[in-house]
């Protein structure tokens, strides 16, 4: 599983509301997201969850591999039966959700399976999320943005409110095809902004480098 875009951005823009976070990363592959989020937050603990066994074993290398591994845990299996089964609760959880609708071939098994919506329905991620999340908690999410709707739904459905969305696309040109939401119990106005990635071709916008520039090197 590559490490994409979306995964970063989310990784660098979720917002935890409350200090000291407790995190929870729902499908988080090989582990990115909660690095990055382990990275971001010094005092912060960071649990995992990741259905598929390689990229669970995968998560588990990584994290044991880095500078934050007394603070990530990678646990193995589905969300509902983590849910279901987990006497904690999160201040924030974070999600970077599979998308995939069935237009094309299925060429790889594994990659298939984490980008198919369902194997992990906005249904029962919300269910999961309002189990695990505390009453002052928060969550993050990235979607496609005609998906916005159903999450939206889903998402009062379990008594979680949209405070913040960016919307997201690739140049100045190109049309928004990602959002990034941010949910509480709190209902309130929400914010809403914009992001653009490129300039041109692996040319950042100055918006976009702030927001990522603590997790790439830099170019020599």
Same mark, same amino acid.
């Given at each position: ?39 971001? /937050? ?15 074993? $995968? ?35 974070? @999600? ?42 928060? @969550? ?15 998402? $009062? ?18 049309? /928004? ?44």
């Amino acid at each position: 599983m590559k490490i994409g875009t979306d995964g970063v951005l989310l990784g660098a823009w979720a917002e935890p509301l409350v200090n000291d976070t407790a995190f929870l990363d729902i499908g988080t592959g090989t582990g990115l997201i909660a690095l990055m989020l382990a990275q971001r /937050f010094s005092k912060a603990k960071v649990d995992a969850v990741e259905v598929n066994d390689a990229a669970a074993s $995968e998560a588990k290398f990584n994290f044991s591999n880095s500078p934050w591994s007394n603070r990530l845990t990678v646990f193995h299996g589905l969300i509902q039966d983590f849910a279901f089964s987990s006497r904690k609760s999160y201040d924030h959880i974070v @999600c970077n959700p599979p998308f995939y609708q069935g237009s094309y071939p299925i060429n790889d098994t594994a990659r298939d399976k984490a980008r198919n919506n369902a194997s992990l329905p906005f249904s029962v991620l919300f269910e999961s999320i309002d189990t695990l999340l505390t009453e002052k908690g928060s @969550c993050s999410l990235i979607v496609p943005l005609i998906a916005l709707k159903d999450v939206l739904i889903e998402a $009062e459905k379990n008594r979680l409110f949209l405070q913040h969305s960016t919307k997201v696309k690739g140049n100045e040109t190109s049309s /928004f095809k990602r959002i990034l939401l941010s949910f509480s119990r709190e209902q309130q106005v929400p914010i809403e902004d914009e992001l653009c990635l490129e300039i041109s071709r692996n040319n950042r916008t100055p918006a976009h480098q702030e927001l990522v520039k603590a997790f790439y090197l830099s170019k020599p």
